[in-house]
């Protein structure tokens, strides 16, 4: 499978053979999270460098970014050199973020391991790093040359994170394929099972989701990408007040859930529609049981990056696989977050 972006060609791939043939004749640098260094098992050739991350948010910073650099330097490696990031989606933000800027971009390898980098963080050209307790606040588009895809890597991933990927697959469900929405509702046994058949359906559906609409915007320029962020305006905000103790999937079901119903106080959607979102987030497990103070949600959305002006940009899901963009006036968004019943 080839994704073009632009100039960029990101090629997806099952065959290990062909990014051992890709690294000929190149020094490579594999970093990979220093809790799970079986997760490089692959990786494990003569001439390649190594390198332990702490994987997580807080590995997701300068210190770790500048101990890669350090690496970098001092093994003297240069732009058409590759670097390989494998892990959860916090370590490929990282490994992307150093890849887009040592030397103005070297070769990118990513190789995720948990079923939300798989379907999100691996693919679309953004990497960032945490500073200054600020998530994501540094930040680079650069595209990998190629995503590896192994779905064995998905065993060992815990039932917590395989319900995080869940909660970005069923984003795209929900706002662009009423058929995944579907195929989701018939097979939810054989996902709480992890069948890693049906994950790998997803897995690729969900990809092919994500560059449907990035090919068309890969930067975020004509607010195409504003899609994606379905559940994101209110997911950023219950991730940021628990402290991250939410997964990022997590909290951007619950955010899908409670978007849809506060769209639906203001008459943009049906509220049927969030039921049936709501349904099937708890056919798979993902049920949400708290209620968030209000006051505390409105004051993080007023820092959200999509606000303009009075207005914010937000998508509604019309019917289940269906969205579309509004131009949300902020004074009723805020109504509806003190009115709507669904915070306290
Ligand atoms: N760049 C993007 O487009 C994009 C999109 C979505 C999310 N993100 C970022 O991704 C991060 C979240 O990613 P995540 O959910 O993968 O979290 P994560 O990277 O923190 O990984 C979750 C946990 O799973 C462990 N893990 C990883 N692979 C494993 C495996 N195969 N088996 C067992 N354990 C494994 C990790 O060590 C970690 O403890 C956030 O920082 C978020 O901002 C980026």
Redesign the pocket.
Known sequence: MEFRIGENITIVTEDIEYLLNMAKNKKVLVLY?L??EN?SYYFMVENFLRLGIK???SG?GIKNYEMILRKLISNDFQKNDIIIGI???????LA?FVGSTYKRGMILINV???L??MV??S??????INFMGI??VIGTFYHPSAIYLNFS??????EK?IL??MG?IIKYAATLDKNLFKYIDKNSENIIKKDLNVLRKLVYRSLYLKYSIIKKDAIGKNNLRDILNAGHTLGHAYESITGYRI???IAVAYGLIDECKILSFLGYTDYSICLEIERIFSKIGIRKNKKFVAGKIYSFIENDKKINGEYIRIPAITEPGRAEILNLKRRDLRNAIYESGSFR
């Open positions: 999270p809790k799970l997760l994987d997580g948010e997701k892990g959860g989606g916090s370590l490929l933000d992307g995720p391991t948990t939300l980098a999100d963080a693919f679309g050209g953004k990497n960032a998530k994501n890597y998905l065993n060992s991933v815990d994170h995080s990927g970005e997964p990022h999937g």
